[in-house]
Structure formats: C-alpha cells, structure tokens
C-alpha cells in the first residue's frame, strides 16, 4: 500500500475542524488557541491520523470524507470499547444462569466457558469465510450486534422452557455430560459466534500495512479494556444493586445502540465498498514505508505459537484464580477484582505491542519471540508472589470493604500484569507476523483469533480438568514454564535458519563457489583427508549446531527455573485469606487440590480440622461436633421414622454418619461436588461419622446439589444440607428461595429439612436476608442454637413440609428403647444427657423475628443477594448477637411442643431464665 499521506497533512487535518474551536479561541484567546491546539494536536490528531493511514486508499477521495473517517475513528473506539463491556456482562449473567440449570461443578463451569469460547472460535474463524467481499463492513456489523442484543434478550426467556424438556428427560451423573454441552451449545454458540466476527469483519476497512495492523491491535486492546470495565460494573454495581435482568437490559441497550451507530455510518459513501478500487490495489505488490517486510516465520508455525500463547494464558489464569481466591477470600468481588486485572494486562500488552508493530515493523517476528521469552519470568515472577507474597500479607484490621478491595486489586495488578502483559502483547505481533502481501484482512484477523481462542478452550479443560488434580498447582507452574520456551525456541531457530538460508542465498548469487573446501582439524590425527562441502550441506549443518546451541540454552534454563520454581504452601491450601495470622498453627495430614476446590485436613493439639476453600468446613472439636450431629439427631429424632435420607454437601461426615446410628434408617444418599472430599478427607474422620465410606446403606453422587434435586426423581423423608459459607462465591445458589422451594419438592409427606447458618464472619444483613429466605418457603420453620458454653456461633433451621408437633414423651421412648443405644451415646459425646436438653436448643421461629426480618432482602437466583451481602460483610467490623435477639422477644411455644406437664415445666425452667433481660448481658 502506498503512503496515503505526506507530512503536511495532519495540518490539513486540522483545518477541516478549526471551526469546532470557534468560540473557545474567542474566550480563550492567543493563550487558550495555544493550549487548545496542543491538546488538539497530541491527543486526536495523532490518532486520527494513525487511523486514516490505516484505512484502504480507496475511501479517500475528498476532504469530506477524511472529516467522515475521522469521525468514525472515534466512532469506533467507543463501539469496541462498549462491546467489549457488553461481552463481560452477558458473560456473567448467562454463566449464571445457566449454572442454575446444569449445575456448577468445575466439569460445567468448564463446559460453559468452552462453548463460550467456541463460538468466539467459529465465528472469527467462519464469518470472514462465508460473508461476501461486497457487503458492507458497518452494516455487517450493525447485523453482528442487532443479532447480539436479539439472543441476549432471548436466552432468558427461552431459558426456563428448555429447562423444563432438559429436566424432564435426563438425570444426573457425568454420562450425560456431553447432553449438558448440547444444551449449553445451543443457546450460547450463536450469540458468541457473532461476537467473534466483530473484529474480522471490522478490520475489512483497514488495510494491511503496520499502521493498519497497529490500529487493529490496538482496537483489540480497546475491546479487552471494556471487558475491564463490564467486570467491573457488573461485579459492583449492577449485579449487587440490581440483579441479572437489569444487567441483561443494560447489555441489550449497548447492543442496539452500536448496531444503530454502525448502521448509520453505513450510509456514508466514505464507507462504502469500492470494488474497481479494491481490484486496482490488488495488482500491485506492497511497497513504501507502510508496508511489511516479508515474513520470515511460517503462517502455520505463527497459528501454533499464538495458540500455545492461549493455552498458557487460560490455564494459568485457571490456577492463579484457585490460589487468589484462597490468599483474597473467595468472594464474588475478588473473582471481578482477578478478572478485571488479568484483562487490564491483556489490554495494556496489546496497546504496546501495537505502538511497535507501527514504528519497529522489521522486527515483529523478533518481538514475539522475545515476548514469549519473556514469559518465563514473568510466570516465575507471578508463582512467587501468589504463593510467597500474598497468602502471608498481613492485612489492616477492621479496614472497611472499599479499602481491603483497593488493596486486593493491587495484589492482583503486581502479580498477573507482568505475564498478562506480554500474552497480551501476542495478538498484535503474530498479526504482523503472519501478514504477508495482497493479504485479506478480516480473514487474517479471523484466523489469528480462532487459534488463539483455540488454544484457550484447550488450556482451561486441561488445566482445570486434567493437570490440576493430578500435578497440583506446583506441577501446573512448571508446565506454564514449557508452553512459552517451546514458542520461543520454534521461532529463533526458524529465524536463524531462514537467516542462514538467506545469507548461503546471496554468497551463491555474488559467485563466491558451490562448493567450499575446508579442513577437518579435529579429527587430524586420525585421518587427514579433505572433506567437499557442498553450500547445502554447509547450510543443514547451521541449523544442525543452532538448533543444538538453542536446545542447550533452554533446556539450561528450563532446568534452573524448574528447581526454583516455589511450591504452593499448605497454609495456603488450609487458612486461605487467614494464612498469616495461622501459619504456625497446626500440621498437615492431607494437602490435596481438586477439581472443584482445595483440601485439607490438619491436626491441632489433637484436634482434627478439615478445610475447603481455604477456610474450616468440619472438625472434631467440641462445638463443630455439636453442630454437625445436630443437624441429624433433631430432624431424626422428630421423624416419628426416617428411612430416605438426603445430606447435601458431605464435609467431614459426621452429619450423614450420624444418620446411619438409626436402626429405621435404609438409604443415605450424600451428594458432594468435590471427589477428593469423598476419597480423601472422609477417611480421617471415620471415629466421628461411624465408618461412614464402609456402610452399604450409604451411596454417593458426585454432582452439584442443585443439579441432582433438579433431575432426580428420588424423595426422601429427612434432608440436611450444610453448604460452604455465603460469602464464598456461588454458595449462595445453596441458601436461595428456588433452592429451599426444590428442597421442599423432594421431601416426603411429613419430611423435616435441616440447614446450616453460620453467625460468625457475617453480619447484620446477611444474617437478616438467609433467615428471611428460608421463612418464605418454610414459614413455620424453626431456630435451635449452637449455643455452647455461652458463644453466639451458629444455628440449626428446621424446616418442614406440613405442620409439625413435637411429641416428648414419643421422642423420650425411642431414646430409651435398646435398638437407639448408639444415639444415646452420640448424644451423650456432645453433651446432651437426654432428649430434653436436645430440645432445649429451641431459639425461637419466625414469629419472634418478624419486625427484625421486615426490610430483609430475598435471596433469589437472579440476584443471588445474599453473596454480595456476605462478601461486603466479611470485612465489616459489626458482628450480631442472633441469641439475644431471640431471647428478648421468646415466647414459650405452647402449639409446638406435646408431652407430659413435667417435661413442659422443664423446658420451661431452662428457656425462661434465658430470655431474662437481667440475665442478657451474663450470657454475653
């Protein structure tokens, strides 16, 4: 492509919108033209000549039309800018909604994001193929957008009607994964497909000269940046407000709006296709200032590289979200905060390597080279920090949630922006590597994103799925260290033998001889004979030594970092964001990183703990005890015979064990998303849960609990579900008004359910929004206390399916008889001497709470509340006293509780002196 411009015509540029400055010369004056010229100068005209240089020639016939092309520069820095925020919203809400359907295990997360990614693959891959040359680039992606907003309003509504066919024909298990795909394929391939020939269709207008591909870089890192902001804004604002249908509303809007915008520059001739033009440029080769050396790497070798580039990238940020969320606390704003960083370095690798590819574009092959290089220590440098640095930062004490946010993004941009960085400086090096002449630009750019998306989809399964569970994180690091050594050596020893070749190339053409003679020294001794040398020959033995020298070099290299590559800590792993304050605490028995979430299993002074997800789920300590048999001996004690049971979420357990001391008990069905749990950790605790792994009474699914209710036919006459805490992220799809309604669905004619309700690390409004959740589907459910030596710890709710009375004297009965012998013991363990003292945990019911609940929120599955609530409040400094909120409104329930006068008149005895205000403040 010729040189569109000289050096005079950024001042022409500059007349054609002198007029916009009218007023602000008269104002300002000699002084104020000044600044405003500068400004004027530095900050648009740079770019916008940046731009027009970029465009293919045949656009430019008039000073009018540069002043349109300007325009649209900005036109189009806005319109990625807002898809890409728009991208990172539908992201988030179909993720979420579609999570609700096929479940939330790491296999459908995995499956999720892969179908995500593919329709981003096959559409920069097929769009460029399969739309003609002469539609229009605007108004083909005026169509994109429109089709985009289209689906995205559509996918919620459609959703719940696919859900109904996809529950009501299958079941649950991994065979049916592959269903799951078709299910996810189906709503989500069209919508991403067209996102994915956004920027090859886009890049039709640009012409394939270093400018040219420097602008399509930088648009690319435009488009990540409003990835940035969609995270952002989704994460704090419009899912934490609001909930997933205005956030769908907003991403609609933002689609049709740019679909509108497109389509109206459309109209403009400046923009139009130009055939004749385009035929014309055809013929000539490209020559000039703004045209590309001729590549020395192949296309092919260029595809895999930035595929590779890919791969490393999602599979390091698989691992490095794992670690980060344990060192920052698994809250739904540190997932936002990792993700917003991460593509924040994407963006601001891709803007600098763009600026390069503008002004340095000889040596663009070298770039990537040096770029993947690079990466070895930027991941060595990443690994050490997130491991080394982060899990053992001591942080401020009671700082406020804004504060402790600020510091995580930091923590975030210092350890991923330096790997981000230079992935991200990938993409706009091996576009202008792969370029070669009369090259068709959409095409160029379709293919170049289709393998490195490509490489992505494999990354996130392999990493996540495969080398995780089996190398751990530690493993995970040193296979990062390979991905980019492999790159970079294909390219330097490509180069340096297309160099070789060059050089024997223009010796042989100046008649320096085809053949060279020379003596073979080292082995003189021996023989002494001369050894023809053919330029060939010669040529071969150059790659032969380079590739061996590079060999040396990095398998050097490789093997130094190997060594010092640091190891993911075991504190890290068993106190997550609490590493600092723990690390002396304790010694590990079990260390184990699954698909779904870390484990391990400590020993205290004799006390065995087992932690997930970086914080304790279950231990043998007397309190911890106390509750998980609590939430099995009052549901079974109450059920006048329990036979079906259901435990969601298996911990340590002890609370599926505990059932198992029931002589009418026959099935126990634990469904439990994590296999290292089952395998692993339940072992330990065979003393507390009565050799739970060796009963055959007991059958486990590995599956998402909501999945499994969703697609099981199965009810069952007691369930107990003890999930992980709110604040973690998606835990709070197991404390929902859906979830509880489903729960209720499952449960047999006079079925009881049990749930868990941690007070500790939460505070006034997450305790309001999962106590007033539960009371909507169960409005009769009850409160029992945890309430062990005087501490406000946590509660029991019961919930059941039809109106309960308790019958003491048949409950006393059944405690007495021989065949409940072992209960009796298990109570006795935890310090309850009878039936009595069990029921003497009885707090109150909604009843007592009804003016304290009345401005609670509802936790439902589209706004998931009751997560964002938890992760703000996990750094507040209020904490709430449940207990003594009940105790200053009880009211003895005289409906609730049948037995003889004696037993009433004891109950009785123990809740009055508890609900005394004088006596408020001794049981704090």
């Known amino acids: ?31 104020g033209y000044k600044i405003l010229r500068w400004f004027k100068m530095t900050l648009k005209i740079g770019a916008g000549e940046k731009f027009l240089n970029a465009l293919p020639e045949e656009n ?58 593919g329709g981003l693959f096959l559409g920069s891959l097929l769009v460029p193929s399969f739309c003609p040359h002469s539609l229009n680039p605007l108004r083909l992606y005026a169509f994109f957008e429109a089709g985009i907003g289209l689906m995205g309003l559509l996918i919620p509504l459609v959703l719940p009607a696919i859900m109904k066919i996809y529950i009501n024909s299958l079941g ?34 640009i012409s394939a000269t270093p400018r040219g ?62 055939e004749a033009s385009r035929e014309e440029r055809r013929k000539f080769p490209f020559r000039g200032e703004n045209s590309l050396p001729s590549p020395f790497l192949p296309p092919g070798l260029i595809y895999f590289i930035i595929a590779l580039s890919g791969m490393s990238a999602l599979g390091a940020e698989v691992i490095w979200t794992r670690l980060l969320s344990l060192s920052l606390g698994g809250t739904v704003y540190t997932f936002s905060l990792l993700l917003a960083a ?10 600098a390597s763009s600026r390069l590819v503008k002004f340095k574009p000889d040596i663009v092959e070298k770039a990537l080279g040096l770029a993947q290089l690079a990466l070895i ?13 982060v899990p053992f930062w001591l942080p401020e004490e009671a700082s406020g949630p804004l504060r402790v946010f600020f510091r995580d993004f930091l923590l975030c941009c210092l350890s991923l922006w330096p790997a981000a960085f230079f992935w991200g400086a990938s993409f706009p090096l091996a576009l202008a ?30 990493f996540g799925l495969v ?35 060059a050089r024997g190339q223009i010796d042989k053409e100046k008649g320096s001889g085809q053949k060279i003679f020379f003596w073979c020294n080292r082995f003189k001794a021996w023989w002494h004979r001369i050894i023809p040398m053919s330029t060939e020959f010669q040529t071969k033995r150059k790659k032969i030594l380079a590739a061996s020298g590079l060999i040396i070099i990095y398998v050097m290299m490789l093997y130094l970092v190997w060594e010092i590559s640091p190891s993911t800590p075991w504190q890290l792993i068993a106190y997550g964001w609490k590493a600092a304050e723990k690390k002396d605490r304790g010694k590990p028995l079990l260390i184990a990183e699954g698909i779904n979430s870390s484990v391990a299993v400590t020993d205290w002074k004799g006390t065995l703990v087992f932690h997930t997800g970086g914080r304790a789920e279950a231990s043998n300590a007397l309190s911890d005890l106390r509750m998980e048999r609590m939430l099995a001996h009052l549901p079974a004690l109450i059920h006048p015979e329990p036979r079906k049971i259901l435990v969601i979420g298996c911990g340590a357990g002890i609370t599926a064990g505990t059932f198992l001391l029931y002589p009418t008990v026959e099935r126990v069905v634990i469904c439990e998303i994590e296999p290292a749990v089952w395998k692993k950790v339940v072992p330990f605790f065979r003393r507390e849960n009565y050799n739970l792994d060796l009963d055959p009474r007991v059958k486990m699914v590995i599956e998402d609990a909501r999945h499994f209710l969703l697609t099981t036919e199965e009810k069952f006459d007691l369930i107990s579900s003890d999930p992980v805490h709110p604040w973690l992220k998606g835990s709070a799809l197991l404390y929902t008004r859906e979830y509880y309604t489903m729960i209720k669905d499952r449960l047999n004619p006079g079925g009881l359910f049990t749930q868990w309700v941690p007070l500790y690390e939460s505070d006034e409004a997450t305790v309001k929004s999962m106590l007033a959740t539960f009371f909507s589907v169960f409005p009769e459910g009850l409160i029992w206390s945890n309430d062990f030596l005087g501490l406000d710890y946590d509660f029991v709710l019961l919930g059941q399916r039809d109106n309960l009375v308790i019958d003491i004297e048949a409950l006393q009965a059944r405690l007495e008889s021989e065949a409940f012998g072992q209960v009796v013991a298990s109570l006795r363990e935890i310090y309850f001497r009878s039936g009595l003292e069990l029921l003497a945990t009885y707090a109150g019911r909604r009843l007592e709470l009804s003016s304290w609940l009345e401005k609670a929120e509802i936790n439902l599955d589209r706004n998931l509340r009751l997560q964002y609530l938890a992760g703000w409040g996990l750094h507040s400094p209020y904490r709430i006293s449940l207990l003594d909120l009940l105790w200053k409104n009880f009211q003895f329930p005289e409906d609730l509780f049948r037995g003889s006068k004696e037993s009433l008149q004891f109950l009785e005895r123990i809740w009055r002196p508890a609900s005394q205000p004088d006596l408020d403040e001794k049981s704090k």
């Open 1 to 31: 492509m010729v040189t569109l411009f000289t050096e005079k015509q950024p001042d022409q540029i500059l007349s054609l919108n002198d007029g916009a400055f009218y007023w602000a010369r008269c104002i300002f004056r000699k002084t």
């Open 60 to 117: 430019f016939s008039s000073p009018a039309s540069n002043r349109r092309i300007s325009i649209l520069f900005y036109f189009l820095v806005f319109m990625f800018l807002a898809s890409g925020l728009a991208a990172l919203i539908y992201e988030v809400v179909w993720f979420q909604l579609l999570e609700l359907v096929i479940g939330s295990s790491a296999f459908s997360l995995a499956l999720l994001l892969s179908v995500y990614m």
């Open 172 to 205: 649950y298990g991994l065979p049916l994964f592959l269903v799951r795909g078709l299910f996810s394929a189906l709503l989500l391939l069209w919508p991403t497909g067209l996102m994915g020939g956004t920027l090859p269709v886009i890049s039709r207008l």
């Open 213 to 274: 591909l420097s602008f399509i870089g930088w648009l690319y890192g435009i488009n990540t940046a409003g990835g940035v902001l969609g995270t952002l804004i989704a994460g704090f604002y419009l899912l934490r407000i609001h909930d997933l249908t205005v956030a769908t509303g907003v991403a609609v809007c933002l689609n049709f709006l740019l679909s509108l915008m497109a389509l109206i520059l459309s109209f403009f001739p400046s923009f139009g296709p130009n």
């Open 342 to 351: 991460f593509l924040a370095g994407l963006a601001l690798g891709s803007a």
């Open 377 to 389: 220590p930027a991941i060595m440098w990443a690994a050490f920090f997130i491991t080394r640095i």
């Open 433 to 462: 590597s792969v370029n070669k002449e009369r090259a068709e630009m959409g095409r160029l750019v379709g293919r170049i994103y289709a393998a490195n998306t490509a490489g992505s989809i494999a990354g996130s399964l392999l």
């Open 467 to 501: 080398f995780l569970p089996r190398l751990g994180s530690s493993g995970c690091h040193r296979l990062f260290l390979f991905l980019p050594a492999l790159s970079s050596w294909l390219i330097f020893y490509k180069m340096m033998a297309k160099g070789g070749e």
